[in-house]
């Protein structure tokens, strides 16, 4: 099966590097992103699919808008791939490149569909506090994610599972589905199924604010907020603006789901300090693990934050380094 590979970030190299190495698929070319800039000397550097099909010497084509990119357009037609396959492109694609191969534009969307269509399912799963979440793979059409589906594979979530590792799972996961979708389709073994327009729910780009703190939520809901939108969320530190990078919340509900370590020592925590606490008030030094916070409801646990120019550093580290006093007030991000 010939097919040509579209896709940018480090989400999408496993599924590249599956068909690569399954002998049923030529991979003709990748699509992928322009450079762009980073790091400290501004240089320009490769997505991470292109980085994987430089290593392969395949035909890479970047458009800046593939739409009206009359070059690279000519070379998708002139390809007769049989498939399109798009894993976290960055770019929407035409009626007139959908209908390019014969066997159509097939999508690896990192969400059970038609739940969190859109950019960012995955930080908004963990957001949500699903309990699991999986890849569906699907036959592309004009809309946002609506085309029909074809297979999905479920992973639950964890409890301290963050966007990082949480993404990681899925892009394996949707490596081999990617494999299990595209032989059958071939062999005509796949009956596409519509999505329920009515259980559609969406999943919009993370925007600045939606890193905000606000300890007068809940501990759980915080903690949902900073591992779905890492390493991004922010609080406000003795007047500088500092990331929260890893929490937990702590009690009952949470213990099982826990490192049997850090439930041994929060088990012999006193909660007596807090009863009377602010929202955003430490009110506890775990020792080696980190600092407590009050919340709107319940007590979230710093286990990894980051200061203004500084390394992240242990929840632990931070309160000795900082010389953490009970009683400080952390106040809600954006503020200041």
């Not at 946002?144 to 639950?156: F, I, S, V």
């Not at 949707?174 to 596409?192: M, R």
């Amino acid at each position: 099966m010939n097919i040509i590979f579209f896709g940018t970030p480090e989400f999408a190299v496993p599924s590249l590097e599956g068909l690569l190495a399954h002998s049923g698929f030529n991979v003709l070319a990748v699509v992928t992103q322009p450079d762009k800039r980073r790091g400290r000397g501004n240089q320009r550097s490769p997505s991470p699919v292109k980085a994987i099909a430089q290593a392969h010497q395949l035909p890479i084509y970047q458009p800046r808008r593939i739409k009206k990119d009359e070059a690279t357009l000519e070379q998708l037609r002139s390809a007769q791939a049989d498939a399109f396959v798009v894993v976290a492109y960055g770019q929407i694609l035409s009626q007139e490149i959908l209908d390019m191969p014969r066997l159509g534009c097939i999508n690896a969307h990192g969400s059970i569909l038609p739940r969190y269509r859109g950019a960012a399912p995955i930080q908004w799963s963990l957001y949500h506090g699903e309990p699991e979440t999986g890849i569906t793979t699907m036959l592309m059409d004009a809309g946002m994610d609506t085309g029909p589906m074809l297979l999905e594979a479920r992973t639950p979530i964890a409890l301290l599972d963050n966007f990082d590792t949480l993404a990681e799972r899925l892009a394996h996961i949707g490596a081999n589905l990617l494999v299990e979708t595209l032989l059958k389709l071939g062999q005509q073994a796949i009956q596409p199924m519509p999505q329920d327009d009515t259980q559609a729910t969406y999943a919009p780009l993370i925007k600045k604010e939606d890193c905000w703190l606000d300890w007068s939520r809940s501990a759980i809901a915080i903690h949902n907020q900073v591992r779905g939108f890492f390493p991004a969320c922010n609080a406000i530190f003795r007047e500088d603006a500092i990331k929260i990078l890893a929490t937990a919340p702590l009690g009952v509900d949470y213990w099982a789901q826990l490192p049997a370590a850090l439930t041994a020592i929060a088990r012999d925590w006193s909660p007596a300090a807090r009863l009377s606490a602010a929202p955003g008030e430490i009110v506890g030094l775990l020792k080696g693990e980190g600092t407590i916070v009050q919340t709107g409801e319940g007590v979230l646990l710093l286990r990894e934050v980051q200061l203004p120019g500084k390394r992240p550093q242990s929840g632990w580290d931070f309160a000795n380094g900082s010389r953490l006093a009970l009683g400080e007030v952390l106040a809600n991000g954006g503020a200041g």
